[in-house]
């Protein structure tokens, strides 16, 4: 026993002492490189550059299109370079590349560096998908409908948009047509012919038709804003409207957002006419209304929806929103949320997304994203440079369209809706001409450029629903 402790404890020092041994043998890590920004890029390519690591004899460079290197471009796989610089070449235009480099000596190769976004100039000359947005959604095992924003004007037959809206879409919503200040004349009277012609246009070629709005603080009529009567009266008066406008599109409008927008920006109640009129409790009057409307004219499908924007990364907000749904859903009147998503490329993110969409899920609503558009300009951030899509701004937005379309797909069947964007070229969005949003003129947020041809939004979109 004795004898065998002794030998344990020797090999123990033996082994002990080797490894201490070895330990002083051991060379310093190399240091991970850092990556600096390109220079001279052009059409066909640009200059990679790094700086130097400590006890390095050359580098390894990886180029991809992917930003996690799936997708390394030929001869640009670990290439091994001497200098601290390398000019990639026989790139495609203004297409998105990465590069990241990682330091080599006579026996070791250090990690990777920072990853590096290069878009080269030019065009990709790369054609955008033309795969039409509906037929590719309506092969998914979970569709929903596929939206635009309409103008009665838009709709005569041949005209490309009538062209583009029966290829591409299956769901229609009245850009502004369909408010209370274009229908509403006077109490009881109204003038149904332009929103008569954008329903019947989506009955007759079997396009889903969404109505919006009946209640919004922006869209009132100036009788009503300027009522004389009792605040009894003035509810009476929207009570009629709302009965009114849901009765006459009976099983013809599939879905009505009845309050637009009711929550303001630091979550309380936006003062509005309607506040100030009926009180606090006047969304689940107009939701009442509505449902009652429709009950009566046997319109048992309609289905109810509250809109509002911006609620992603505004939790005040968003919560205020959420608390107003609760109280609907607890009286039954509601069945959906349309969030408008006017974003950005730069925002809300995909986890702010995610999570307002999905507090919607677990009520068991039904999610129309119901203004979709995608400013590359916010802010005017280029209001000092002469503003132009530039290959950059074009491949953010390409991407912002692909993450949100994604998100949406993934919801659970019994959640989805509809994606609807909120008009269809460039040029007659109504974001380059918000004086809200004050940047005029240069803005290019949707899938369609002024010409009607598509964009790489439009791809990113179709990439969204792989
Ligand atoms: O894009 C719409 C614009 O053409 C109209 O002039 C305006 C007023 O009716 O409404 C715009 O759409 C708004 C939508 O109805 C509600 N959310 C905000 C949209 C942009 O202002």
């Given at each position: 026993?004795?004898?065998?402790?002794?030998?344990?404890?020797?090999?123990?020092?033996?082994?002990?002492?080797?490894?201490?041994?070895?330990?002083?043998?051991?060379?310093?890590?190399?240091?991970?490189?850092?990556?600096?920004?390109?220079?001279?890029?052009?059409?066909?390519?640009?200059?990679?550059?790094?700086?130097?690591?400590?006890?390095?004899?050359?580098?390894?460079?990886?180029?991809?299109?992917?930003?996690?290197?799936?997708?390394?471009?030929?001869?640009?796989?670990?290439?091994?370079?001497?200098?601290?610089?390398?000019?990639?070449?026989?790139?495609?235009?203004?297409?998105?590349?990465?590069?990241?480099?990682?330091?080599?000596?006579?026996?070791?190769?250090?990690?990777?560096?920072?990853?590096?976004?290069?878009?080269?100039?030019?065009?990709?000359?790369?054609?955008?998908?033309?795969?039409?947005?509906?037929?590719?959604?309506?092969?998914?095992?979970?569709?929903?409908?596929?939206?635009?924003?309409?103008?009665?004007?838009?709709?005569?037959?041949?005209?490309?948009?009538?062209?583009?809206?029966?290829?591409?879409?299956?769901s229609?919503?009245?850009?502004?047509?369909m408010?209370?200040?274009?229908?509403?004349?006077?109490?009881?009277?109204?003038?149904?012919?332009?929103?008569?012609?954008?329903v019947?246009?989506g009955n007759?070629?079997?396009?889903n038709v969404h109505g919006h709005a009946l209640?919004?603080?922006?869209?009132?009529?100036?009788?009503?804003?300027?009522?004389?009567?009792?605040?009894?009266?003035?509810?009476?008066?929207?009570?009629?409207?709302i009965t009114d406008v849901v009765t006459h599109y009976k099983g013809k409008v599939k879905s009505w957002d009845v309050v637009?927008?009711?929550?303001?920006?630091?979550?309380?109640?936006?003062?509005?006419?309607?506040?100030?009129?009926?009180?606090?409790?006047?969304?689940?009057?107009c939701f009442k209304w509505a449902r009652e409307a429709a009950n009566a004219a046997a319109d048992t499908q309609l289905l109810l929806f509250y809109n509002?924007?911006?609620?992603?990364?505004?939790?005040?907000?968003?919560?205020?929103?959420?608390?107003?749904?609760?109280?609907l859903?607890?009286?039954k009147l509601i069945d959906g949320?349309g969030?408008?998503?006017?974003?950005?490329?730069?925002?809300?993110?995909?986890?702010?997304?995610?999570?307002?969409?999905?507090?919607?899920?677990?009520?068991?609503l039904k999610?129309h994203?119901?203004?979709?558009?995608?400013?590359?300009?916010?802010?005017?951030?280029?209001?000092?440079?002469?503003?132009?899509?530039?290959?950059?701004?074009?491949?953010?937005?390409?991407?912002?369209?692909?993450?949100?379309?994604?998100?949406?797909?993934?919801?659970?069947?019994?959640?989805?809706y509809a994606?609807?964007?909120?008009?269809?070229?460039?040029?007659?969005?109504?974001?380059?001409?918000?004086?809200?949003?004050?940047?005029?003129?240069?803005?290019?947020?949707?899938?369609?450029?002024?010409?009607?041809?598509?964009?790489?939004?439009?791809?990113?979109?179709?990439?969204?629903?792989?």
């Amino acid at each position: 026993m004795k004898i065998k402790f002794l030998l344990l404890l020797s090999s123990l020092f033996f082994f002990l002492n080797a490894c201490s041994k070895e330990d002083s043998t051991v060379i310093e890590n190399l240091e991970n490189p850092l990556a600096n920004a390109p220079k001279d890029v052009n059409d066909n390519g640009f200059r990679a550059k790094w700086n130097y690591v400590s006890k390095s004899k050359s580098y390894l460079l990886d180029v991809s299109t992917t930003e996690n290197f799936s997708a390394l471009v030929p001869n640009y796989n670990s290439k091994e370079v001497t200098d601290l610089n390398e000019v990639v070449v026989s790139l495609t235009g203004g297409t998105q590349y990465y590069y990241r480099v990682r330091a080599k000596s006579e026996t070791q190769t250090s990690g990777y560096s920072n990853v590096i976004s290069v878009v080269t100039t030019g065009t990709s000359n790369v054609p955008e998908d033309p795969t039409f947005l509906k037929v590719k959604v309506n092969k998914l095992a979970n569709p929903f409908f596929v939206g635009m924003a309409v103008k009665a004007n838009q709709l005569n037959a041949g005209s490309p948009y009538d062209v583009i809206l029966k290829n591409e879409f299956s769901s229609i919503s009245a850009e502004y047509e369909m408010k209370m200040d274009q229908i509403s004349v006077a109490s009881g009277v109204y003038n149904w012919t332009v929103a008569d012609k954008i329903v019947a246009y989506g009955n007759t070629n079997n396009i889903n038709v969404h109505g919006h709005a009946l209640v919004w603080h922006n869209s009132v009529p100036s009788w009503l804003a300027n009522y004389a009567g009792t605040d009894a009266e003035f509810s009476l008066e929207v009570k009629k409207y709302i009965t009114d406008v849901v009765t006459h599109y009976k099983g013809k409008v599939k879905s009505w957002d009845v309050v637009n927008e009711s929550i303001a920006d630091n979550g309380s109640m936006r003062n509005t006419v309607f506040l100030r009129r009926m009180g606090p409790n006047y969304v689940n009057d107009c939701f009442k209304w509505a449902r009652e409307a429709a009950n009566a004219a046997a319109d048992t499908q309609l289905l109810l929806f509250y809109n509002d924007y911006a609620t992603s990364d505004n939790s005040n907000k968003q919560n205020a929103v959420y608390t107003l749904i609760d109280k609907l859903i607890t009286d039954k009147l509601i069945d959906g949320v349309g969030f408008q998503m006017h974003n950005t490329i730069f925002a809300p993110s995909k986890i702010q997304i995610e999570k307002d969409l999905n507090r919607a899920v677990t009520k068991g609503l039904k999610i129309h994203i119901s203004e979709l558009d995608m400013q590359v300009n916010p802010g005017n951030a280029q209001s000092n440079l002469t503003a132009t899509f530039t290959n950059e701004l074009r491949l953010a937005q390409k991407a912002k369209y692909k993450e949100i379309v994604k998100i949406y797909n993934a919801l659970p069947k019994a959640n989805k809706y509809a994606l609807t964007v909120w008009g269809m070229k460039d040029n007659e969005s109504w974001i380059p001409f918000s004086t809200e949003l004050n940047h005029p003129g240069n803005d290019w947020p949707l899938l369609y450029d002024s010409n009607f041809a598509i964009k790489s939004s439009h791809t990113g979109f179709l990439e969204g629903l792989d």
